[in-house]
């Protein structure tokens, strides 16, 4: 089996786990504590945390550990909000930030800064966002979703000039290198590297106006309250020091294998956009989603293949909604894999991926009835009454998107919608309309993709007696 989701969670490295063994032993007592057992335990917690601080790039007075990266990130809002209380409560985020930081964002006034096609947050729009109550910016040093590194330095500088504090969520990056740049907050998560799960961090400058919220306690300086899990912080910080020796060596190998599923899958696989920046990204983790395709049903073909995979797809989604990500970038969301490979990963997993991947893909799309090769269907053998989603249509053909031929996919989950419109288009001529009618929200970002994607010209969508009418005029 091989394991190709570390942007979720690594395995635990071996160092981690002979440090948590090692502070079982000699770091049970309470570190807070004037005895002999107390005195072994604050020097395990002491050095872990100058350990930790030296990766991080600040002081060991200005970092805590936390029960979790997402603790983390709710204690550095609600204490930096709290701290600028009197500025104003606009946060400003960008929209492909951790669902955490949004989440935490949602208690104030959260003043959003949109993304390009690969994911990038421009510092302009960030200068262009901040107001004389902005209290807070909140910017990921790299998407976790789709490998995106963010202009952390630049946007640092464009703050300090405003005097607004950012927060940086270094969770996915901190294990490749520190975070450059002027920042005030920083929150990391211990499972993303390699470190036991519970074990979450955060960073604040000297300097930057902070006042803790939630429970008083007096330890970890009063922004963690709760008894230090001793072992875990250890093995946490052990790890992240063994991870950083050999980042540098295996950035350069994981890159290389990166670069070969980014080059080979849109050659192996018709009807695939490779999503995230195409070198501003980190060296392991690789975004791909395939047209007409439904996300579960790949990745359980995958995991039946041997290969332990994510996705960002609606239907792989409790709230089967597209990722918030995706949907930012404004890219296609159906049959989304996001490969993300750990440390000691060897070619021939790679190259065994890449062998099944087709087969799972094609297999996944003749379940569903999708059209081969992408090719546009002629007239007469387009959707009829067993198609996917059943379209009823009628029989418009003018360019009038209220003569259009329709397609009804209402009650049907994307990919269905896409497959729908694409057995439909040859029956219309070029120049002719078809307008699909859907209330999956996936279809907002799936239908304009396989425009672009199929080189036809997406019109746009209007409100509908149930769902959306989304038009597309046929032109090739």
């Not at 079982?24 to 335990?41: I, V």
């Not at 400003?92 to 800064?113: D, F, G, I």
């Not at 990391?188 to 930057?208: E, I, M, N």
């Not at 990919?415 to 729908?420: G, Y």
Request: aromatic share 4%; proline share 7%.
């Amino acid at each position: 089996m091989s394991y190709f989701d570390m942007a979720s969670a690594a395995p635990l490295h071996p160092v981690a786990r002979q440090a948590m063994i090692a502070a079982l032993d000699e770091g049970w007592a309470d570190p807070a504590r004037l005895y002999r057992e107390g005195r072994r335990a604050r020097l395990l917690l002491d050095a872990a945390r100058e350990a930790a601080a030296d990766a991080v790039g600040c002081r060991p007075d200005e970092l805590v550990f936390t029960p979790s990266g997402t603790r983390a990130v709710h204690s550095a809002v609600s204490g930096a909000m709290a701290g600028r209380r009197r500025t104003g409560r606009q946060v400003v985020v960008s929209a492909v930030e951790h669902s955490s930081v949004l989440h935490a964002a949602q208690a104030y006034e959260q003043v959003t800064v949109g993304v390009d096609r690969s994911g990038l947050v421009a510092a302009d729009d960030v200068r262009a966002a901040l107001r004389p109550d902005t209290a807070l910016v909140c910017l990921q040093s790299a998407n976790h979703e789709v490998g995106t590194v963010q202009p952390v330095a630049e946007v640092a500088t464009v703050c300090r000039a405003a005097g607004v504090p950012l927060l940086v969520d270094a969770a996915q990056s901190l294990g490749w290198g520190p975070v450059e740049g002027d920042w005030s907050l920083l929150t990391a998560s211990a499972h993303k590297w390699g470190g036991p799960p519970g074990v979450g961090l955060l960073a604040v400058r000297k300097g930057t106006r902070f006042a803790p919220q939630g429970p008083a306690d007096e330890r970890e300086s009063g922004r963690a309250p709760g008894f230090e899990n001793l072992p875990a912080i250890v093995a946490a910080a052990a790890s992240l020091r063994a991870v950083r020796e050999e980042a540098e060596r295996e950035a350069a190998r994981l890159s290389v294998l990166v670069d070969r599923i980014r080059a080979r899958v849109p050659r192996l696989v018709p009807d695939v956009e490779v999503v995230g920046h195409g070198t501003l990204r980190l060296p392991h983790l690789v975004t791909f989603s395939c047209l007409y395709v439904d996300g579960e049903a790949l990745l359980t073909g995958l995991d039946r293949a041997g290969f332990s995979v994510s996705s960002g797809s609606s239907c792989t989604s409790s709230t089967l909604t597209p990722s918030h990500v995706l949907k930012a970038m404004g890219v296609l969301s159906e049959g989304n894999v996001r490969v993300s490979l750990p440390p000691g990963m060897v070619a021939e997993d790679v190259e065994g991926f890449l062998d099944v991947l087709p087969g799972v893909v094609a297999d996944v799309r003749s379940a569903l009835g999708a059209p081969a090769g992408g090719a546009v269907l002629d007239s007469g053998t387009a959707a009829d009454s067993g198609t996917p989603g059943n379209p009823a249509t009628d029989t418009g053909t003018g360019s009038d998107p209220d003569t259009a031929l329709v397609v009804d996919s209402l009650g049907t989950l994307c990919p269905i919608p896409v497959i729908d419109l694409a057995r439909v288009i040859g029956d219309v001529p070029v120049g002719g309309l078809v307008t699909v009618l859907s209330d999956d929200e996936a279809a907002r970002l799936d239908i304009p993709a396989w425009c672009a994607m199929r080189e036809q010209e997406y019109v746009g969508e209007r409100p509908a007696e149930r769902g959306t009418a989304y038009t597309v005029r046929r032109r090739v």
